[in-house]
């Protein structure tokens, strides 16, 4: 946009966006006011329609254009105007009315509050904005709300204020927290204050407790009883009751270190234990949102004085009431409010499986053990309940995490004592129990049923041999729990193999039943997985079932994880039986297949009758996991097999090359199979090669870069097909570079540079002087390049894999007789490209990759010091001292002796660790 538009033109299309009936209309009004906001004329028109005040929408429009201005463009004002865009914003606040929308004082609100962030020349921003509106009850809002969100914009990552810029703006909010904490002590003091003042002072005080900037002497004040005196009003509103939750909990994580805030955490200890009987009466009037608020307080209570509880258990700030409070809101009748307290339970066990103290897990077991009982209450399903559960049923995900959280905690408690005490449970039920208890009791007994030892021999054959026994009148879902609990013995299964027999008629007996077939081919499989020794004599049986899979109502997931168990055991056959085997299992699939190629849609739906995904998926399991021995000079049963599928596979991917959906799902079922066969997959080479080659030509899918990187990993140390690997990488470029070359081709296609990345990495491992010495080199480490910045993690991580290897090969000496040849070619890349490497990795960590991402670009650094560290210092020096020293509002972002720190810390390192911690620090500076 060259020139500004008229603000006639603006509230035409403002109109249009917001009144036009048609669709187009709207589109267009959109684009068009995009535009105008990405412009630099927004500035200008923003503070126009803002002084006009002419509509509800032109004012939001322009306050939430100043905003974004502010936060992502503050660049595009010289120092010169920062005071009048000031002046103009504090004017527009003060206009603000207790009739303003909401949604246009937040937006102003975090205009003025960016601005104060990144403004360096406004130095004391908050006394300013407390002495202009602070006296005016009518601006009050506006105020409170600027003091709301200053705090929170400090982390904003679209702002970057950088480390220096956001501990100078902490230390000034610092200073100015009596200011705050005068105005706010103010507001609480007039009691007749509307709901919505009283929730934005709570908001506020919260706020500036998140950054620690409310001093301990608050702890004497009204102001720090004002959440919790509202907590225990019987007339608090339910906005009003979360902020004030808000804030505690914010109080709470403040004091984490309680060493640091003595006074407060003390006083937060006991102001918080004496919320129960408010609790009490939330649940004694079913009000489950403050319910579910007291219990978020509790359990902050106890994850910032965890390590206290573990170190000091029942003793001062560790007093074990704190876990009585957890407990009696997991006897909440609300599972909502239980599960609230699960990532204590989490943290409380990573804390004590670290410390490894039998002594210390037995103080903590009793408590462990109510909590399980509870959860075992919890997970009860309704007794008037039919059929199993709904996997899309809130209540099911519940049950999921309780198994989690179980798996996680039963080391405390001992998995056979809980195994013992739920059949205990079971065996003392009276005739008037309902099923819903028995059920519950088995979901938990499954839950730790893999921890069980295999040699047990009290309890479990009790167990099996009821679960063995219970009719098929039981109720549906007890023999559904029942099937998942015999599948997770499968590890005490294979040690007692005279039950499998029986376990295999009840399994059976599941399959025929259509809702629990699923569930009964899933313990099934986990079954023959662990037993595929013990299951040899059931594998023509067990075929057969195969076979028959689709007359059973079971889920795709279950067929194909039956097939993968007894694939399992086929891997366990002589030769010429596990060929037969799975010959048997191979041509159910494809004879399916073969129909659809000839009968089905060029481009069939997902989940739709025609989908050949159904088929592919199975022929996969069949081939991973059919896994034979095979020594050296020995045919390998599985190749005729696969080379009769072949043809199959092949016009699959032909006839769907166009469906990447499919397609990725043809080179996944190809790629099992040369993984099965290993080397004796040479003759698929020449059809399968030849045929990638030509469809990527026209659909570039990386998963055939990825089907590639699995042939140069089979046979790239093989001399005689290194060069028919290389022609297949060299027809693969050009359509991949033409792809990432697009405009922004490389953050449209991450899973393209995922795998041309692996394909080289193979390339480096397996024929790294051919690869070196390709034409294709050059422009590969160009494009890794150009990739570092890329943000997506497994490409990433790819790329600088990658690139390390390359490096390292020019150092590795495993094989000598090329050793100098890989040396020269890798060192005159990096002579070459160097430069650029350093520059593209370091701004890439500073300016755009995540944190994390730090480890992968030091492994990078640490090689290339490691093969030329001299010439990595001088680079290292260029790229800093091309970096921006300052931000556009002015602050110093990085100082010449940070700089000067950062060069010497990383230059100077020996081991990765020392880099990369440097590398994370020096980031924060520009974030």
Known sequence: ???????????????????????????????????????????????????????????????????????????????????????????HAGKVTVETAPVIVTQLSLA???????????????????????????????LLEVLIVLPEEINSRSLRLGANRRDEVIEDLKSSSQVVLHLLSACTENMTSADSIQVKVLKCLSSWYNIDAIPESIVQTALFHAPFKVMVSKECSSGLHEAATDCVCNALYCVEDTSAHPMMAEALFRAVLELTEPYHRSVAEEDIDKSLNYCRMFTELAESFLEVIVDKPNQGLGDFKILELLLMCVGHHQYEVAEVTFNYWYK????????DVQELNEVFKPYIQRLIIALCQHC?????????????????????????????????????????????????????????????????????????????????????????SIPVTAHIAVRYTTLQLLGELCEWIDNHPLVIDPVLQ???????????????????????????????????????????????????????????????????????????????LCNFQTTELSKLLTEGTELPKQGATDDPTVWLDRLAAVFRYTTPTVTNGQVHPCLQVIQEVWPVLSQACSRYQGDVRIVERCCRCIRFAIRCLGKNSSPLLQPLVPQMVSIYQVHPHSCFLYLGSILVDEYGSDKECTQGLLDMFQAFCPPTFKLLEEQNGLRNHPDTVDDLFRLSLRFIQRAPLPFLQSVAMKPVLMCAIASCSLDHKDANMSVMKFITELIKAASSKEDREDFEARSTLVKSLLHEQGQSLVHSLIHSIVFCLPTYMSADIS?????????????????????????????????????????????????????????????????????
């Open 348 to 355: 409380l066990s990573e804390d004590l499986y670290q410390r």
């Open 506 to 584: 009840y399994l059976l007996a599941g399959l025929q039943e259509s809702r629990l077939a699923s569930v009964a081919a899933t313990a099934l499989q986990s079954i023959s997985t662990m037993c595929k020794e013990h299951m040899k004599s059931h594998c023509d049986g067990l075929i057969q079932i195969a076979q028959a899979v689709d007359t059973f109502n079971i889920s795709n997931d279950a067929a194909t994880g039956l097939l993968r168990g007894v694939a399992t055991i086929l891997a366990t056959l002589p030769h010429e039986k596990c060929a037969d085997g799975m010959r048997k």
């Open 1 to 91: 946009m060259e020139t500004a538009p008229s603000l006639e033109t603006v509230n035409q299309a403002l109109q249009a966006l917001y009144n036009n009936p048609d669709v187009v209309g709207k589109e267009k009004a959109s684009v068009w006011l995009g535009e105008l906001q990405r412009s630099v004329h927004a500035w200008q028109i923003a503070d126009q329609l803002l002084t006009l005040h002419q509509s509800l929408e032109a004012c939001y429009f322009a306050a939430q254009t100043m905003r974004t201005k502010i936060q992502y463009a503050f660049h595009e004002l010289p120092a010169n105007v920062h005071q009048s865009l000031r002046d103009s914003l504090l004017e």
């Open 859 to 927: 492994d990078v650094i640490y090689e290339i010091m490691q093969l030329d560290r001299p010439a990595f210092c001088v680079w290292l020096e260029h790229v800093l001292k091309a970096m921006p020293t300052e931000n556009t509002g002015g602050a110093i972002t990085v100082t010449h002796k940070q700089l000067t720190d950062f060069h010497k810390a990383v230059t100077s390192a020996e081991k990765v660790t020392q880099i990369s911690d440097s590398v994370r620090e020096f980031a924060r500076l520009y974030r």
């Open 380 to 468: 009860q399903m309704d007794p008037d309940h039919d059929g199993v559960l709904d996997p899309s049923d809130d209540f099911f995900d519940f049950r999921i995490r309780v198994s989690e959280l179980i798996k996680d905690v039963i080391f405390i408690v001992g998995s056979s004592t809980c195994f013992t005490h739920m059949f205990h449970n079971l065996k003392n039920q009276s005739s008037e129990t309902t099923w819903d208890v028995s059920e519950a009791s088995l979901f938990i007994m499954a839950a730790v049923a893999k921890n069980i030892l295999p040699d047990e021999n009290e309890v479990v054959p009790q167990v099996v041999q009821a679960v063995l």
């Open 112 to 142: 003025l509050a960016d601005l104060a962030l990144q403004m360096v020349s406004w130095k004391s921003p908050v006394q300013d904005l407390v002495q202009r509106f602070g006296s005016n009850a009518a601006q009050l809002p506006i």
